[in-house]
C-alpha cells in the first residue's frame, strides 16, 4: 500500500514497524506501531485496493479501547470498513495506554492534551502522506477527543468532527445535580492522582474472561433482587452491559441506562436469570473485549473527562467557540442521552453546522457495534451527496 509506505516516511522510518494484517474484499489492511516513545502508540489504515480515497477519517476509540477493538470488530462489515467502502482512507488511532504492560506506568500526566498531541501529530504526519480533507470520527472518550483536537485546529482543522455517544459540560442551571456529581468525581480522581494511582481498570477483560471460563459460576457479585445470592459470571457481563448504571463505579450514573440494547429478568434463584442482548451480539463484545490490549484508562484522562463535564474550566478547557468543522453529534437513549449543551456553545460561538440527535433504543455501544447500525446509524455519518 502506497500510503503505508509515504507515512511510515512522514512518521520516520526509524521509528515506525509497519506490517500487513489483512488483505481482501477488496481493502487492505496495515498496521503501524510508532516507537518514538517507551510506550508505543498503534496506527490501524484500511485503504480500498487500486482506489485513491476522498478523503481521511481519523478514529478515535472510547476510553480502555483501541482502534481494532473500537471499529474493525463487527457482527458484519464493520464501520472502518464501511467506511472505507465509501471512498475514506481510514486511519483507526489506538492510545498508548493500551500498550501498557503495568498499572504503575508513568503515564500521571496522560490527559487530553496529551491524547491530543498524539492524534494531532498522526494528523500531521498523514496530510503529509496524502494531502486529503480530513474527518476526526471519535466514540465516548475518543469523541470529546476529536472535539478538543477540533478546537485547537484553527485553519488546518478537520472538515467535520462526528461525536458517537459521548458528554460535554452538563447544563449547570438545567443539570445542577448532575454538574455538581461529575465535579465531585473530578477530585475524587485528583484525590487518586495524588495518590500516585496513575490508571484505573474498568475491569472488562476480567469479566469478559470469567464469562467464558466458567458462565455459570459465582461471580461474588450480590444481585439486587436478593442480596444473599449471587450472578452468575454470563448473567453478570450481560447486567453489566444492559444495567451499566445499576453497578458501583465512579462513573456508571454517566450512562441514562447502559453500554448495550437488551433485557435482563431476575428469576427465583441465579440459574433461573433470562437475560439477552438485542442489538450488539453478546460475542460482539466478547471479540471487541478479546481484542484489547492492556485495557487499563489512565486516570489524568478520566479526570479531564469528568472535568468537562462539570464544566470545570480551570482543570480543563474545550473552547467550544473555536470549533469551526462541521459536527455530527449523535448520542444513544440508552448511553449517554439528550445532554446537548455543548453542542449548543458550538453553534452560539458561530462554528460550523451543528446536527444534535438522540438514537432511540441503542445502548453506549451499540452506535459502533450493532447488527442494525450499518443500515440505521452508519449512512448519516457520510459526507453530504455521498
Known sequence: MRVVERLTGTLGRDIVAASPVASGDGREHHRLVLRDR????????????????????????????????GYFTAPGRSLAQFLCDHGFLVVGISPREDALTTADADCADWGLAHH?????????AVREAVDLPYDLLGHSAG????????????????????????????????EPGLTARAA?????????LDQGIRTVDPGLKTLFARAAEDPDGDSGVPRPVDASTRFGNLALAHYALTHTRELPGPANWIYQR???????????????????????????????????????????LLRDLAAVWAGRDDVYRIDWAAIRAEVVWINTELGRGDHDLAARLIREGGGGPVGFSVLPGYGHGDVVWAAT???????????AGD
Open 143 to 174: 469523541a470529546l477527543l476529536a472535539l478538543d483536537t477540533a478546537a485547537h485546529g484553527g485553519g488546518r482543522g478537520p472538515q467535520r468532527v462526528i461525536a458517537l455517544d459521548t458528554t460535554g459540560p452538563f447544563d449547570p442551571v438545567a
Open 116 to 124: 491530543r498531541a498524539d492524534v494531532e501529530r498522526v494528523v500531521a
Open 184 to 192: 465531585d468525581l473530578t477530585a475524587a480522581l485528583q484525590q487518586l
Open 258 to 300: 447502559g453500554h448495550s440494547s437488551g433485557e435482563f429478568h431476575f428469576g427465583a434463584t441465579p440459574r433461573q436469570d433470562r437475560f439477552a442482548l438485542d442489538r450488539t451480539p453478546f460475542a460482539v463484545w466478547a471479540a471487541a473485549v478479546g481484542r484489547l490490549g492492556s485495557g487499563l484508562q489512565p486516570t489524568a
Open 373 to 383: 447500525a450499518e443500515h440505521e446509524v452508519w449512512p448519516s455519518l457520510l459526507p
Open 38 to 69: 517507551p510506550v508505543p502508540l498503534t496506527l490501524d489504515v484500511l485503504a480500498a485496493t487500486g482506489a485513491t480515497p476522498r478523503r481521511v477519517v481519523h478514529l478515535l476509540p472510547g476510553g480502555g479501547l483501541n482502534a481494532r477493538a
